[in-house]
C-alpha cells in the first residue's frame, strides 16, 4: 500500500511547513532509505532527498528530510512561490521493490 | 549531460499490448538499477518495476505483476517495458529513472528522470 501523506500544506513565502510520510515496519521503519521527489506539472521529478535526510549535489538547503519510526518528515523552510508543486516520498520496501505516498500538494500562499 | 528519453506511448485499446522504451545517454547505463514509475491522471507516482544492471533481479508492483515485463539491453543503452493485456487504470504518464547509484545509499533512490511517455487505455 502507498505511503500517507496529507493530500495538501500551505504556507506564506518565507514560512516553513512539515510534510509526513507514514509507512509500516515492512519499508520506512525497516529500510532508512526514505527519498523525496518535487514534482512540477509537466516536468520530470526531482530528488530532494535521499537515505532519509542527505541532499543531493545542487539541492537547496532549504529542504531537509528526517525519520522517526515508521514515519518520515519533509521541511521546507523559506517558503518560495517556485516551491510550489507536488511532492512524494518514497521508500524501499524489501524484495527490489519501492512504493511511494500518495503525494502532497504545496500551495505557497 | 545524463539523459533518460521514453518513447512509445500512445492510445491502445483495453486488453491489448505496448512496448515502451526509454532511451539513456551520458552516463554508463550498464553499472545501475533502472525503474519505471507512472502517474495516473489525478493520482500520485506509482513505482512499476525495476531491474538490476545485469536484469539478475527484476520486481514489479502487484498492480502490474504478471502482465508487464521489464528488460534491459545494455548494449544499446536501453530500457523496455512490455505491457500486456493493458486495463483502462493502466493509462498514465510513464516515466524511466535511473538509480542514484550501484551501492548503498545510492542504490535506494531515482537521481535522474525522464520526462515520460502517455499511455491512454481506451475502445
Known amino acids: 500500500s502507498a505511503l500517507t501523506q496529507p493530500a495538501s500544506v500551505s504556507g506564506s513565502p518565507g514560512q516553513s511547513i512539515t510534510i509526513s510520510c507514514t509507512g509500516t515496519?515492512?519499508?520506512?521503519?525497516?529500510?532508512?532509505?526514505v527519498s523525496w521527489y518535487q514534482h512540477h506539472p509537466a516536468k520530470a521529478p526531482k530528488p530532494l532527498i535521499y537515505?532519509?535526510?542527505e541532499r543531493p549535489s545542487g539541492v537547496s538547503n532549504r529542504f531537509s528530510g528526517s525519520k522517526s519510526g515508521n514515519t518520515a518528515s519533509l521541511t521546507i523552510s523559506g517558503l518560495q512561490a517556485e516551491d510550489e508543486a507536488d511532492y512524494y516520498c518514497c521508500s524501499y520496501a524489501g524484495s527490489s521493490t519501492w512504493v511511494f505516498g500518495g503525494g502532497t500538494k504545496l500551495t505557497v500562499l | 549531460e545524463v539523459q533518460l528519453v521514453e518513447s512509445g506511448g500512445g492510445l491502445v485499446q483495453p486488453g491489448r499490448s505496448l512496448r515502451l522504451s526509454c532511451a539513456a545517454s551520458g552516463f554508463t547505463f550498464d553499472d545501475y538499477a533502472m525503474h519505471w514509475v507512472r502517474r495516473a491522471p489525478g493520482k500520485g507516482l506509482e513505482w512499476v518495476s525495476s531491474i538490476s544492471w545485469n536484469s539478475g533481479s527484476i520486481a514489479y508492483a502487484d498492480s502490474v505483476k504478471g502482465r508487464f515485463t521489464i528488460s534491459r539491453d545494455n548494449t544499446k543503452n536501453s530500457l523496455y517495458l512490455q505491457m500486456n493485456s493493458l486495463r483502462a487504470e493502466d493509462a498514465a504518464l510513464y516515466y524511466c529513472a535511473k538509480a542514484g547509484g550501484s551501492t548503498a545509499p545510492y542504490y535506494y533512490y531515482m537521481d535522474v528522470w525522464g520526462k515520460g511517455t502517455t499511455v491512454t487505455v481506451s475502445s
Open positions: 515496519s515492512s519499508d520506512v521503519g525497516s529500510y532508512n532509505v
Open positions: 537515505d532519509g535526510s
